[in-house]
């Protein structure tokens, strides 16, 4: 580690850097990477981006741009859709059946095609095979025959791919054989062990189990985003456990202090601010029925309480106001829309309780939603259901932090007696903001400890 002050020495000079969600693209998973680049770029480093022009089912927003340095030299390869490439070639128009919606980073949404034909259990296989490990191979298939010579010519001292998209680290594996140097797979969430990974076809379990073996035997470090998400790979390789370094999600302090610093409105509700996408069992479901519950036994509660959710505007297709209308709490929804992530930071802010609605069943107990460091930092309290609530704890050796509570079974009767308990709060003003950070989960830590685990595999070589 340098200390301030300290000139450094740089042992690497140039890093490529492989994802495929890069700004303007406006999704969680760009922070990390977007704060690594910065990081990077002020320490002298020379820094290539490897990544794709906003996918047309993401939002974007320009603002983020504005963080990138100009010095970093971004190379965007458009995407090459191969299914319907395959189709042209052979002639069919349909025979693939149509494009995939949903999690891109999951084939779940392939395995649940409704079978057209006869023949569509074959259909749905082949098709499968040309999604994998993602929707965004084409991409990499793309990258590899434009911009291999590019990547020579820049010769990195080391190679960095992020998730999400498993095919940043397959673009990765294929480019490390072209330039021989080391690699850094940033895992962040699991692979086998992520929820959303399901598979009708054993072949494709069984490619998908080889695919992230070959990933960890020739990586030479593969970073987590929690010490769950670590041990789960350790399980699976022990002895590949020195391979794998835990380096946990953070906020941006600069920005989060903008955004205290600027007053905040006076509320005349209780504000529940949830930011992000509602998407398979991360379900607003549960928490829309408490809301109706609550109001069912507090009429007063009807015109007291809001929930605002900040971001798409639907779960799984359906609109979120329609999905409240059936449980009879319309009237207690907000709904923004997608925001500029400042915007977001502001309307978490400026709420009362910030909620972080998590995975839940097999597994989702590995991951911590990337906003709760932000609700963390912004000193909002929070209200976490679901599985993120053991690895939250984890974080803070098993004891949360005051004004943090925790449900870890998201059901209607816990959900209703915390807003019960919140709202009596509200009403007597005695609802007061989480305790100050005490734990560095600032992006400041975070991008040196990957800097540090990319300068440890530069030297490896």
């Known amino acids: 580690m340098r200390l301030a002050g300290e000139t450094p020495v740089l042992r690497m000079k140039r890093i490529l850097f492989i994802t495929t969600c890069f700004p303007p693209t406006n999704a969680t998973g760009i922070h990390r990477g977007v704060a690594l680049v910065r990081h990077l770029a002020a320490c002298g480093y020379e820094v290539m981006v490897l990544t794709m022009p906003p996918a047309p089912d993401m939002d ?78 084409g991409w990499c298939v793309k990258s590899l025959m434009t911009h291999r010579g590019a990547v020579r010519r820049f010769r990195p001292d080391v190679v960095y791919s992020t998730a999400p998209m498993w095919s940043s680290h397959l673009l990765a594996m294929a480019l490390r054989r072209t330039i021989r140097r080391p690699w850094v797979a940033d895992c962040r969430d699991p692979w086998r062990a992520n929820p959303f990974r399901v598979f009708r076809h054993r072949s494709h379990a069984w490619m998908d189990a080889n695919l992230e073996g070959m990933m960890v035997r020739r990586a030479s470090a593969v970073i987590c985003n929690t010490p769950g998400v670590r041990r789960d790979f350790v399980t699976r390789y022990p002895r590949a456990a020195d391979k794998f370094v835990a380096i946990p999600n953070g906020f941006d302090a600069s920005e989060v202090s903008e955004v205290r610093a600027s007053p905040r409105p006076a509320n005349g509700h209780l504000r529940l601010v949830h930011a ?59 709904l923004t829309g997608p925001l500029s992530h400042r915007a977001a930071l502001r309307a978490v802010y400026e709420g009362d309780v910030a909620v972080a609605v998590s995975q839940t069943g097999a597994h989702g107990d590995l991951q911590v939603p990337r906003k709760f460091y932000e609700y963390y930092g912004l000193g909002r309290r929070v209200l976490a259901t679901g599985g993120c609530c053991g690895a939250i704890r984890e974080l803070f050796d098993g004891v949360p932090p005051a004004g943090v509570r925790l449900i870890d079974e998201p059901t209607v009767p816990a959900l209703t007696s915390a807003l019960r308990e919140t709202l009596g709060q509200w009403r007597r003003g005695e609802l007061r903001d989480a305790a100050e950070a005490t734990m560095d989960f600032s992006e400041t830590r975070m991008t040196r400890d990957i800097e540090r685990t990319l300068e440890t595999a530069a030297n490896s070589q």
């Open 60 to 137: 974007s927003d320009a603002g983020l741009l504005s963080k990138i340095p100009a010095g970093v030299q971004v190379l965007r390869v458009p995407m090459l859709d191969v299914t319907r490439t395959v189709k042209r070639w052979l002639g069919h128009r349909d025979a693939c059946g149509p494009r995939d919606a949903g999690d891109p980073s999951s084939l779940r949404f392939v395995a649940a095609r409704t079978p057209a034909s006869r023949g569509a259990g074959w259909v749905d296989w082949c098709s499968a095979w040309l999604q994998f490990p993602d929707s965004r191979v």
């Open 276 to 334: 992000g996408v509602f998407y398979g069992t991360r379900s607003p479901a549960a928490l829309l029925e408490a809301l109706a519950a609550l109001a069912a036994e507090d009429a007063a509660a009807r015109n007291e309480v809001r929930l605002m959710q900040v971001g798409p505007a639907d779960f799984e297709g359906r609109p979120l106001a329609e999905l409240a209308g059936r449980f009879g709490v319309a009237d207690m929804l907000e």
